[in-house]
């Protein structure tokens, strides 16, 4: 017994199937995640490392180095690039496709974790994350910046109050508080004390790391013969027993901690780095991450919900400000979905009243879209997706197919039933005849879209959950068209609804007039494609451009200074900004960053600021203000203008850059050094840097300098030179020690100075053979310039050499070739000039006229199969060029750009335009079966299949014009032009199909005839 069989005498069961669907929808959407972009990860794994106050080539050599080692050891490594950064390490690993990445990773920490006893002690390995595209790292889900006190206590707030309460909620992984860093004991030495009592800063730093001690000193057997552990436990209990530690002995006179100290306290670290502010206030910020299976709307509102109820707790005055939201895109999305999804049920409600008899067969129709939608949902729940910008945008442009097997099924149904057949009969039969049809356009449909899901890189990672919500609804839409129509379809006794109207004849006749000359439509057809082929490859532009874009309306200010410029002033300059900004009514937030020499701010506009244009006030207030400040390196402002402003003092003339890599650093200074005395010779060269990186701008780096033999007989060794320098700098000391049951950093503090002179420094005291010295009689210190950052790439060393060309760009391009064509460089040493593409891009050169020639040859097979015929999908796919000449005329025509997106709405062009040809192919085939003559069989076919196809046609047009008129802001058009190309496909293949298909079918069956 078939489905359509087994629908139509079990109606009760088939009721209780569905509501049960129903039911099993709404528990699906209840539990699948909803975020704004898909958990898609790459074949990369990022190790991040930091190292306070350590320079770039420090980082490189010590840190960077020896992770890309013990990285090179795992199984699958094809690539491994680093870049060294002032006080932090990044290094890239990337795999072989088809790697395990959760093995991958728990291999790689585990080598790292083995490491960290060979780096150096400060140094303090991240955890190894798997690398997101940039296209889909776009979500920050909830940031909150606490307000309205001294730093230090909105970190004890924060720790003590906030964080234990959110990290309760249900979702929550983990909340992490920024901008002050974990709790540290500070000691402020007094210098007077420690130089009357000859003591030296490195004594007191070993006398405190040697004199706390907790650990087990081994296994030792009693009087009464049983073995016990002898512990020896040093650990002061408080601070005030920190005091008494003894660091020396003077004549016999014990000396604590608290005859060199002015006080010891406890404090919360400060980063000497990085200031942060919001609304001008100082700040710390909460981050707070969701689990991986969470649905994001909801658990950002159980987070909401608990602030409010926080903020009656807090201490007056403490305010908890939402500056990052991720979820907001998410909800517009929803509302944006929404209204489209309105606007194309309604259009397409209206299309149905008026191409169908009867307003009774509509509802019917409809409710293929409420059970397909239901069941996708719960496909996507059981096959661990999450309802996302891709997954939603799908079912939005699945829309307008859901009713297409339900508009051919009660269409056949409705063609038996006015040839005299009882209603269940003709449900039995109708559905039945159209089953195969409709199977093989929801398949053509789907394997069109697999050469997508073959492919690799940024492809397959936008397109597999779109591809399987497609999958999942036109699925449920088959399932449900040969069920719950044809089941209430053959339980109508009116017969009002399937009457036929007088202009299906008028328009079935106009049809036949133009195919009944069959040549003239097929050459008509031809010139039309050989046209489009014309207009693509000569006047359609194409072009390369995939991903998310967030916009906002905002105002953002970067400034740049110099290297060494002390960080006050860079935070007095932006404070400048700062003030015009939080003055401002047309601006929502400000977030202010200041780190080292840079600094940048960004506000959010009011919707009243952008509407009424004040926003374009402000900015020019705040450009006004960047023309004037000096001192500055480079200065950006970016807002609503789309002019944005940009001044840099780094150079007069053209900037030319030359990219040198070789395995050794030393060497390739040496080489660039060696350019750079060629190329300041030249008149036309101004300025010329070996350290260029346009991001990060190269620093002063100071170097200690002494004389070995003069150390050698002082009895000191460069180690101690190290730690004397080590415990004098604010942060230095770096180490651990228990107090009571916590362990804390702690640092010393030289007379309570945060960021001591270099004078200071070299005026502490060292011991020597012959007694104590000043640091400065035995060092002197010289000032080099380093890289803002080394960057290594398979173990070749990266170094760009910059200069200014004065001069036209021809002559500076000239200039360039003759350069590099006399350069002669040691051997393991090259010019690089190939154009950097992320590893997860390189072999993702997918030709895209390829991928619609699979999904061609794909249709193909599917049609042979279905028809057990080879001529039949000739027929059916002659569709696609005239679909295409629909796409080029569209492009052409509103002067769009053909970017990757227009070819995957070609591939998906080529599943859908199929499903017209395939309804006329059939039915033809059947009549030719029947013995009827050619033109009577084409005529007939036209007649019978045209109100379907208008109605499936007009449909599927109408679903996706929503989103070409009003396309997702938040995705960059991603889905704009696949809806675009699918619509202008549809609207001139649908009357081409009607005429081309009979007359070539004519045309092809007249020569075989004459044949036999």
């Known amino acids: 017994m078939s489905m359509v069989d087994l629908v139509l005498t079990r109606p009760r069961g088939t009721a209780v199937i569905f509501a049960a669907l129903l039911v099993l929808a709404f528990v699906s959407f209840d539990r699948v995640p909803i975020e704004g972009t898909p958990d898609a990860t790459l074949p990369t794994l990022n190790i991040s490392a930091y190292w306070s106050g350590a320079d770039p080539e420090a980082i490189c050599e010590q840190v960077t180095r020896p992770i890309e080692d013990v990285a090179r050891e ?145 296994v030792a057997v009693d009087t009464s013969g049983l073995e016990a552990v002898i512990r020896l436990s040093t650990v002061p209990s408080n601070v005030a027993e920190l005091e008494d530690l003894v660091i020396s002995n003077r004549g016999g006179r014990f000396i604590t901690l608290s005859d060199v100290t002015s006080r010891i306290l406890v404090n919360y670290s400060e980063s000497n780095n990085y200031i942060f502010r919001y609304n001008g206030m100082d700040q710390v910020s909460l981050q707070i991450d969701r689990s991986a299976s969470s649905n994001a709307v909801r658990v950002a509102g159980m987070v909401k919900s608990e602030i409010e109820e926080l903020e009656a707790f807090l201490p007056e005055g403490i305010e908890l400000n939402l500056t990052e939201d991720g979820t907001e895109g998410i909800t517009s999305d929803l509302k944006d979905l929404s209204w489209r999804a309105l606007i194309s049920l309604v259009s397409i409600i209206l299309i149905l009243l008026l191409l169908n008899h009867s307003p009774l067969s509509t509802p019917l129709i409809l409710s293929s879209i409420l059970f397909s939608a239901a069941m996708a949902v719960t496909a996507v729940y059981l096959a661990g997706f999450s309802i996302n910008i891709l997954t939603l945008s799908a079912l939005a442009i699945a829309f307008g197919l859901l009713v297409d097997g339900a508009v051919v099924v009660l269409e056949a149904i409705g063609f038996r039933r006015r040839h005299g057949m009882s209603p269940m009969e003709a449900a039995r039969i109708g559905a039945k005849e159209v089953a195969m049809p409709i199977l093989g356009g929801i398949l053509t449909t789907m394997v069109a879209l697999v050469p997508l899901l073959a492919s690799e890189g940024i ?43 007088k202009w299906d004849r008028h328009l079935a006749r106009m049809i036949a007039v133009l195919h009944h000359r069959p040549l003239i439509a097929v050459l008509l057809s031809l010139l039309l494609v050989a046209g489009g082929v014309y207009v693509f490859i000569t006047k359609v532009e194409k072009g390369q451009e995939w991903g998310f ?110 990219e040198l890599r070789g395995f050794d650093y030393q060497g390739l200074k040496d080489i660039a050094m060696a350019m750079m005395t060629m190329l300041e010779r030249h008149p036309r060269v101004g300025e010329v840097n070996i350290n260029w990186d346009p991001r990060r701008p190269e620093r002063n780096q100071l170097a200690v300098v002494f004389d070995r033999q003069e150390l050698a007989d002082l009895g000191v060794n460069p180690y101690q030179i190290f730690q004397a320098f080590r415990y004098n700098l604010a942060g230095g000391y770096g180490a651990e020690v228990q107090i009571g049951d916590e362990s804390m950093d702690m640092t010393f503090r030289i007379d309570g100075m945060e960021n001591p002179e270099l004078s200071d420094v070299l005026e502490s005291r060292i011991m020597t053979s012959g007694g104590t010295m000043e640091l400065g009689d035995i060092i002197r210190i010289d000032t080099l310039a380093v890289q803002g950052s080394v960057e290594r790439e398979n173990g070749e060393y990266i170094r ?13 391009a000239r200039f360039r070739v003759t350069l590099l064509d006399n350069l002669e460089l040691p051997s393991g040493y090259r010019v690089y000039e190939e154009t950097y593409i992320p590893f997860w891009l390189q072999d993702d050169d997918t030709d895209m006229n390829l991928i619609v020639l699979l999904a061609i040859i794909a ?136 005429i081309s298909l009979p007359a070539l079918i004519q045309l092809t069956s007249r020569k075989e005839r004459k044949k036999k």
């Open 549 to 658: 874009s967030f916009d906002v309306d905002y105002i953002m200010v970067w400034l740049q200074f110099p290297p060494g410029t002390p960080q006050c002033v860079v935070d007095d300059a932006t404070r400048g900004f700062e003030e015009i900004l939080t003055s401002s009514d047309g601006i929502k937030s400000t977030r202010t960053s200041v780190y080292g020499e840079s600094a940048s701010i960004y506000s959010i506009l009011t919707e009243e600021a952008v509407e009424t244009g004040y926003g374009l006030q402000i900015e020019a207030e705040v450009v006004a203000l960047a023309t004037t400040l000096g001192g500055t390196r480079s200065v950006y402002v970016r807002g609503m203008n789309p002019e944005p402003y940009w001044r840099s003092t780094r150079s007069a003339g053209m900037m030319q850059t030359i």
């Open 800 to 812: 760009t050499v910059a200069y200014s060309f004065m001069g036209a760009e021809r002559m500076a």
């Open 459 to 501: 492809l397959k990672l936008y397109y597999r959950p779109f591809a399987f919500t497609i999958a999942a609804t036109l699925t449920a839409s088959y399932c449900i068209c040969l069920t719950l129509v044809p089941s209430i379809a053959g339980r109508w006794k009116s017969n009002k609804w399937y009457r036929e109207k």
């Open 74 to 218: 795992v199984e699958g490594v094809v690539e491994v690039s680093s870049t060294s950064r002032p006080s932090s390490s990044n290094v890239s690993v990337s795999f072989e496709k088809g790697t395990d990445m959760d093995v991958a990773a728990m291999e790689l920490t585990e080598r790292i974790s083995f490491l960290q006893d060979e780096l150096p002690d400060a140094v303090n390995t991240g955890s190894v994350t798997q690398a997101v595209p940039r296209e889909l790292d776009s979500e920050g889900f909830l940031i909150y910046a606490v307000t309205g006190a001294e730093p230090s206590i909105l970190k004890q707030i924060s720790d003590d109050i906030i964080v234990p309460r959110l990290e309760r909620i249900q979702g929550v992984s983990s909340v992490i508080v920024e901008g002050l860093g974990r709790q540290e004991i500070v000691i402020d030495i007094d210098r007077d004390a420690l130089n009357a009592l000859d003591l030296t800063l490195s004594e007191v730093g070993s006398a405190v790391s040697l004199g706390i001690v907790d650990r087990n000193a081994g």
């Open 859 to 994: 249709v193909f097979a599917v049609t042979a199969i279905v028809f057990e015929s080879f001529k039949a999908p000739l027929y059916i796919l002659a569709v696609i060029p005239m679909a295409m000449v629909g796409v080029v005329a569209g492009f052409w025509a509103f002067d769009k750009v053909f970017t990757p997106q227009a070819y995957v709405g070609s591939v998906f062009l080529v599943g859908i335009a199929v499903n017209n040809s395939i309804l006329l192919v059939d039915s033809y085939q059947k009549k030719m079966k029947a013995g009827i003559h050619v033109r009577k069989a084409a005529d007939m076919v036209v007649a019978e299949r045209l109100r379907p196809i208008l109605q499936t046609s007009a449909t599927t047009i109408l679903g996706l014009l929503p989103l070409v008129l009003w396309p997702i802001s938040q995705t960059n058009d991603l889905w704009e032009n696949l809806a675009f190309t699918v619509v202008c496909g549809m609207i001139v293949s649908t009357p081409l199909v009607l």
